[in-house]
């Protein structure tokens, strides 16, 4: 008669079998579950960090812009363009477009923001030209030709696109000030302007 309160060989074997498949099971599933939580806040992280390194280059190049802008109203309001030293900068656009060019989905969006450095450089090359024919003296006079009020808007409209990128509400870097308002004032009411 066989004791009933006894292991047999076999049953500890399948026993042991079972503790050790159940035992790995378990080992896999928590190491599983540590690397998806790990993936998870290396990828959090990466998130974090180009997010804050598109906000700065964003809010560098808005920057860079709005001197431009404010360079290219003031030449509108006197006649005259600035000072021989100066240029519509480009640098601080050369240093950052990739990582634009990286989180700028829109080839709108990045159409406008470009076409406002095209503006400015188109503007540098006209300057530049007016100095030549001057021998670099005295502060070249605006013309009509030159096109200033489509360089200013060109610069206004790749700033408010900016601002969208890191969700700016308003006109935060134009001085809080609405483009209709700053055109009117440089270029006279909407029946007047050339």
């Not at 974090?48 to 109203?73: C, P």
């Not at 240093?95 to 406002?116: K, V």
């Amino acid at each position: 008669m066989a004791d009933s309160g006894q292991i047999t060989p076999l049953a500890a074997a399948l026993i042991g079998a079972g503790g050790v498949i159940i035992g790995g099971f378990l080992t896999t599933l928590s190491n599983v579950w540590i690397d998806a939580r790990r993936a998870g806040r290396e990828e959090a992280a990466a998130t974090e960090n180009s997010q804050r390194e598109l906000r700065l280059a964003v809010r560098l190049v808005i920057e860079e812009l709005a001197d431009s802008e404010g360079l290219i109203r003031d030449a509108a309001s006197s006649g005259h363009y600035w000072v021989a030293s100066r240029v519509l900068s480009a640098d601080v656009w050369t240093q950052h477009r990739t990582t634009l060019a990286r989180n700028i989905e829109s080839p709108l969006e990045w159409r406008i923001i470009t076409a406002a450095f095209d503006e400015c450089n188109r503007l540098n090359w006209i300057l530049g030209e007016k100095r030549a024919e001057h021998g670099g003296q005295g502060r070249a006079s605006v013309e009509q030709s030159d096109r200033l009020r489509d360089a200013w808007l060109a610069t206004r409209n790749g700033i408010r696109t900016l601002e969208q990128l890191i969700q700016v509400q308003g006109p935060a870097s134009r001085m809080l000030r609405s483009d209709e308002e700053i055109e009117s004032e440089v270029w006279g009411p909407p029946g007047s302007r050339t």
